[in-house]
C-alpha cells in the first residue's frame, strides 16, 4: 500500500485532492450539501426530472409490479416487459430502427464498441472524447487512431492513410463535449464517414435532453436521423434515472444481445428505473417546456458570467465552464464558493489536460434567474478577491 500512499500524498501535494461532498436530500437547483443549503451548479439533471412526482409515481408503481431487482441478466430471466417497452421508447421517442439499454451510459459504450469492432478494424477517436469511450477502445481489438479535437481536416488525413488498411472503420466522437460544452462537427464527420465508407457513433450522453426536438439529442440537432450508425445516450443526466442505450438497427440490436458483454454478465436495469425514464420521454413527448426554461437559463447565465469578464470558453450548450488555468487554484476557487454558498465543481488532469484546469457550471430548468443573478455575484466577488479576475 505504499505506493499508493504516496500517489495520494502527491494528490494532496498538488492542491487537487478532494473529500466528497455529502448530499442530503434530493438533486434539485438548492441543495443541502455538508448541512449547508447551497445553490447547485454541478449536477447532470438538466431537465429537473430527478425528483420529478410524475418519474417518482412511475417508479413506485413499477416497484409494486415487478420489485426492486430485475433477479438477472437480460439473457437469462432479468428481460422484462418494462425493459423492452423502454427500448421500444426510445426508438419511438429517437426516430430511430432500434435501441438497447444497458446498465450505465458506461456500460453502454464498454459494450458496445468493443462488440462492433474485431483486430480487423480501425477506430478513430476524437481526441476529447469522454473516459468511457477511451476505456471502450481499449476493450477492442481493433487497431486505433486518434484525431485532433473537432479538426475535420485531420479526421480526413487519418482516413486517407489509413481507411484502405482495414476492414471496417468506425469514427467515434461525443456528441457534446462534457468539459467545454462545444458540439461535435456532426454534419462533417458523417460526411466523410459516407465518403470513406466508415461507420459513426455518437456518445450523446449531454446532448440527449438538451438539443434537438423536444431534447431529441445531437443527431436529431443536424437533420442526421438515420445517418448515424450508432448514437448513444444516457438515462442518468437530462432523464434523470439511471441507465445508458444505443439506438442502432434491428441487425446490430439483435448482435448486441449476443456480444453486449454489460448485457451477458451484469444483472439487467431496475424495473423502478425503466418506468421512471419511460414517463420522463413522455414528457418529453408532450411538452418542449422543459428544454425551453433549460435553454433560457442557460443563456441568462451565460450572458451574465460574459458581463462580469468571465472566460467561459467556447461552449454551445448549458455546459459553461469558467477557464482557470492552475489545477491548486481551481480546487481552492471550488472550495471558497462552496463556504459562500455556491457549489460548482472544480475540473483538473486527468478529467482535463494538465493546465486546463476550470470549475464547470451547469444549469438546470430548475433554477431561476434570482438564483443564477445571485450565484454569478457569488462567483465574481470570489474570483476577485482570489485574483481569477
Known amino acids: 500500500m505504499s505506493s499508493i500512499e504516496a500517489k495520494l500524498q502527491e ?20 441543495i443541502t450539501l455538508n448541512g449547508k443549503k447551497v445553490i447547485n451548479l454541478s449536477s447532470n439533471n438538466y431537465l429537473g426530472f430527478a425528483s420529478h412526482p410524475r ?31 423502454l427500448d421500444a421508447t426510445i426508438a419511438k421517442f429517437k426516430h430511430e430502427e432500434a435501441a438497447l439499454v444497458f446498465q450505465s451510459g458506461f456500460a453502454c459504450n464498454a459494450g458496445v464498441i468493443q462488440a462492433i469492432t474485431d483486430e480487423n478494424d480501425l477506430i478513430i477517436s476524437d481526441e ?27 479526421l480526413e488525413k487519418v482516413l ?22 462545444d458540439i461535435a462537427k456532426l454534419p462533417e464527420i458523417v460526411r466523410l464517414a459516407k465518403k470513406y465508407k ?63 458483454r454489460p448485457l451477458l454478465f451484469s444483472t439487467a436495469l431496475m424495473p423502478a ?17 422543459y428544454t425551453d426554461k433549460l435553454w433560457a437559463n442557460a443563456k441568462f447565465f451565460k450572458a451574465k458570467l460574459a ?3 468571465f472566460d467561459i470558453g467556447h461552449s454551445e450548450t448549458p455546459i459553461t465552464p469558467i477557464m482557470i488555468g492552475d489545477e491548486a487554484k481551481t480546487m481552492a476557487f471550488s472550495r471558497e464558493l462552496l463556504k459562500r454558498g455556491v457549489f460548482v465543481s472544480g475540473i483538473v488532469f486527468p478529467t482535463v489536460p494538465k493546465g486546463k484546469g476550470r470549475v464547470r457550471c451547469m444549469v438546470s430548468a430548475l433554477h431561476n434567474q434570482v438564483m443564477l443573478s445571485q450565484a454569478v ?13
Open 160 to 181: 486517407k492513410e489509413k481507411r484502405n488498411d482495414y476492414k471496417e472503420v468506425l469514427i467515434i466522437t461525443d456528441g457534446v463535449f462534457s468539459m467545454d460544452g
Open 11 to 30: 494528490l494532496k501535494d498538488a492542491g487537487t485532492y478532494r473529500v466528497l461532498p455529502i448530499s442530503e436530500g434530493p438533486c434539485e437547483a438548492i
Open 307 to 309: 458581463e462580469k469578464g
Open 55 to 85: 418519474l417518482k409515481k412511475a417508479a413506485k408503481a413499477a416497484i409494486d409490479t415487478y420489485g426492486v431487482g430485475a433477479g438477472a441478466v437480460r439473457t437469462i430471466v432479468g428481460n422484462m416487459d418494462i425493459h423492452e417497452k
Open 273 to 289: 428505473a425503466a418506468a421512471a425514464a419511460i414517463e420522463a420521454f413522455a414528457m418529453l413527448e408532450e411538452s418542449t417546456e
Open 377 to 389: 455575484d457569488i462567483l465574481y466577488e470570489t474570483a476577485k478577491e482570489m485574483k481569477i479576475l
Open 198 to 260: 466508415a461507420m459513426t457513433y455518437v456518445d450523446d450522453a449531454h446532448g440527449s435532453g438538451v438539443l434537438g426536438h423536444s431534447g431529441r439529442g445531437t443527431v436529431d440537432h443536424f437533420g442526421l436521423t438515420g445517418q448515424v450508425d450508432f448514437a448513444m445516450g444516457t438515462l442518468s443526466k437530462a432523464i434523470g434515472v439511471i441507465g445508458g442505450y444505443v439506438c442502432c438497427s434491428k441487425t446490430a440490436r439483435d448482435y448486441l444481445l449476443h456480444r453486449g
Open 128 to 154: 476529447l472524447n469522454h473516459a468511457s469511450i477511451i476505456d471502450g477502445v481499449r476493450l477492442s481489438k481493433a487497431s486505433r487512431a486518434v484525431y485532433q479535437h473537432s479538426n475535420m481536416e485531420d
